[in-house]
């Protein structure tokens, strides 16, 4: 059957009728499909199932780390014995999943900014819970302008050489992280909202997103989280020391106008420890180096491997992927996993592999309620994620392809249909009813 006519008629529509035999269809090479499936990415990505429904595939004991690239200055040696004071292991290696136990009471908050880091015994991972629809009244959308204020606020304190407190933003990061929908709502605003304005406090909130989600994805434990996401919230704090005719210079910058910009890192960290002092080492190291990349070719001072903070990796990773999504004077946004994509090939060189595969894993989808274009020209809502395909979410069908609107409620597993998939994301202004 066409594929029109299964958008307009519905997936039940091709039982056979007593007395007719349904013709048979050849079915197409599932290889040749857009790349939209993310095909081509090597060993980053597991390559998409068959058509029929994949059982839950149960956790394995741990999965088997890529391997580490050569790198100057980080080479990469097996792992051995290990010694009487081993180092603590890096949070990017892969983590053994962790036992299942009972829902222990919720033990109450204490900072854990200032200071060396201590073991946590949490394992990083959120919960499961179901998505309220986020379309016409997002629930965490207060929590997103509390976090937008809170930057301004910080800024101008900066801008004023005042001391600004971090309790705000630690608190703001515990909730997103110990409210079970809170990040994924909020990964839904981040990458749906669409800004005119370049503010950089909407920018450092989707840094903070992101950077939240990869760090769940590496399964660190809560503390660690609670300080990337502080981390991520102020790691552009340097700007505020940039000439404004340098930040918001819509042409080609000149080579000296680019030196300055790079210098932002160096004045961020000089900005933390003069307001914070030595307990927040970390926290201006991380800033620091945050445009410092995996193979030394980043900046100030071409660091590479375990020689950056890991904070600092995944912030610089998250950086990327906000610049891509988001539209810029000179272009527009790309979808997610486009811009996964493009990060991937071109730029696979300046992270960490195990960072990579996670970001495929937790970046890689449409937002939930974001509209989308399939290839057969139908128009609909995703209205549910897939775990482990994320790009083969469930649609809710709201134009045909003939442009109809559909009236009635109507859905399809894309998993289920191989001729289907999402061709591209439409903005409100592009439906039918508003032409």
Request: proline letters at 9%.
């Amino acid at each position: 059957m066409r594929l029109s006519d299964l958008i307009k008629n519905g997936p039940d529509s091709d039982k056979e009728k007593p007395g007719r035999k349904k013709p048979a269809v050849p079915e197409k090479d599932p290889a040749k499909e857009d790349s939209f499936r993310l095909a081509g990415l090597g060993n980053l990505q597991k390559a998409e199932e068959a058509p029929a429904p994949v059982p839950e595939t149960p956790v394995a004991k741990e999965e088997v780390p890529f391997a580490v690239p050569d790198l100057p200055q980080a080479p990469y040696s097996a792992p051995g014995p290990p010694a009487q004071e081993a180092a603590a292991p890096s949070p990017f290696a892969d983590q053994p999943p962790a036992p299942i136990q009972k829902e222990a009471p919720k033990r109450p908050r204490r900072s854990v900014l200032a200071g060396p880091e201590t073991p946590s015994g949490g394992n990083g991972e959120r919960k499961e819970g179901h998505l309220p629809d986020p379309i016409e009244n997002n629930p965490y959308a207060g929590l997103r302008e509390r976090a937008i204020q809170f930057v301004f606020q910080f800024l101008q304190a900066v801008a004023d050489d005042e001391s600004f407190p971090l309790d705000e933003a630690e608190d703001i990061v515990y909730t997103c992280i110990e409210e079970p929908d809170a990040i994924e709502n909020l990964y839904t605003l981040a990458v749906s909202t669409i800004d005119t304005s370049n503010s950089m406090a909407i920018h450092l909130f989707n840094h903070m997103v992101y950077s939240l989600k990869l760090g769940f994805g590496l399964k660190w434990p809560q503390d660690r989280i609670v300080r990337l996401g502080v981390a991520a919230l102020i790691h552009d704090i340097g700007m505020c020391t940039i000439p404004q005719h340098i930040r918001h210079k819509e042409g080609k910058l000149t080579s000296e106008e680019l030196a300055e910009i790079r210098n932002h890192p160096q004045y961020g960290m000089e900005i933390i420890s003069h307001i914070y002092g030595e307990p927040f080492h970390w926290l201006a190291e991380a800033i620091y180096h945050e445009h410092e990349r995996e193979n030394g070719r980043g900046y100030p001072q071409g660091l590479s491997g375990n020689q950056i903070s890991e904070y600092a990796k995944i912030i610089g990773l998250a950086d990327v992927y906000e610049a891509l999504t988001h539209h810029r004077p000179h272009r527009k946004r790309m979808l997610p996993h486009k811009a996964v994509q493009k990060i991937v090939q071109a730029q696979k060189v300046q992270f960490h592999q195990r960072l990579l595969k996670v970001m495929i894993e937790e970046l890689s989808v449409f937002s939930l309620n974001s509209l989308v274009r399939l290839n057969s020209n139908a128009i609909g809502r995703e209205s549910e994620t897939i775990s482990g395909q994320p790009l083969r979410p469930v649609v809710q069908l709201i134009f045909d392809a003939d442009g109809n609107e559909i009236m009635e409620d109507r859905y399809i597993a894309l998993k289920e249909f191989s001729l289907l998939y999402i061709g591209d994301e439409v903005e409100e202004s592009e439906l039918p009813t508003n032409q």
